[in-house]
């Protein structure tokens, strides 16, 4: 019975991106932890084609990932609640396929993993696109494919093994909503790669490239699971993985990309944007029927 396995399955999809959260292999060079010399001509960043812009204002960087990561996670903690929207693709083994969606986002003040509630649309070029519902509060997951008649919680009820890709696309970028969330985990294997000005919709940010080198990540887990995916990424020949997060001057994320290769749904690329830091979010499990 196709219904019996499509549960199952997601839960695997589920697991493997809670271990690699928004982090995606890289064969980038990385960095000391040093700050490299300024431009000697003072240019910055001068845009580029996901929206992202310079304004010329020149901001504080971080060179050491610690205080980043722990400055950052201070500030969604104590902002709490946030409007997210999310564009991009993903690739399979047709044209990419158009992805977007809203929601919100809520950090709680001891930490912990945030809330999200979302619709996520996606769909071929030209044709109605099909929405899914997201709900996620701590490690459980809810969905609300197109069509269905309830939410379900994969592991626990069926999902129609035709919405299977739409909701392994929507679990996977409601865990990929803390964009230092995964990169947290291995601060001492992290590095900041790249750190420099630009802008997102007029307000100046700086755009940070981070790896996490796989070898030391391996060296400090100690979750059987986590290990497992994090040598299989290995063995795979990755050697390095990466996000990518703007930041405003306030250390609060602007924008994020997640990038993430789902099995047997193919490539997924995203841009994440937040706005109305603060705003009031709850977000409580869904109501069944």
Not at 80 to 91: E, I, K, Y
Not at 259 to 266: E, I, T, Y
Request: proline letters at 10%; aromatic letters at 4%; charged letters at 20%.
């Amino acid at each position: 019975m196709p219904e019996r396995r499509a549960a199952p399955l997601l839960r695997v999809v589920l697991c493997a991106v809670l271990l690699t959260g928004a982090l995606t292999g890289c064969a980038w060079p990385g960095s000391m932890g040093s700050a490299p010399p300024p431009p000697s001509d003072g240019s910055t960043d001068t845009g580029s084609a996901d929206g992202t812009g310079t304004t010329g204002t020149t901001l504080p960087k971080y060179y050491d990932p610690a205080p980043l990561i722990a400055d950052v996670g201070a500030r969604t903690r104590s902002d709490g609640g946030v409007a997210m929207s999310v564009a991009g693709t993903l690739t399979a083994d047709t044209d990419p396929v158009p992805v977007t969606g809203e929601g919100s986002v809520r950090f709680a003040p001891e930490g912990g993993a945030p809330a999200v509630r979302l619709d996520l649309r996606s769909g071929p070029e030209g044709s109605p696109p099909d929405t899914t519902g997201v709900v996620r509060i701590g490690e459980r997951t809810w969905l609300h494919p197109q069509d269905a008649a309830d939410w379900v919680e994969p592991g626990i009820g069926p999902i129609a093994p035709d919405r299977i890709a739409d909701a392994t696309v929507a679990a996977n970028v409601a865990a990929g909503v803390d964009p230092l969330a995964a990169i947290a985990r291995y601060p001492d294997a992290v590095l900041v790669a790249d750190a420099r000005d630009s802008d997102v919709d007029g307000t100046p940010v700086v755009h940070y490239t981070l790896v996490v080198d796989l070898v030391r990540a391996i060296a400090v887990e100690t979750e059987p699971a986590r290990l497992a995916a994090l040598t299989a990424q290995q063995q795979a020949g990755v050697t390095r993985i990466s996000t990518e997060i703007w930041l405003d001057a306030d250390r609060r994320p602007l924008r994020a990309r997640l990038r993430q290769q789902l099995p047997d749904a193919g490539t997924l690329d995203l841009l994440l944007r937040y706005r109305d830091w603060g705003s009031p979010v709850s977000i409580e499990p869904p109501v069944r029927g």
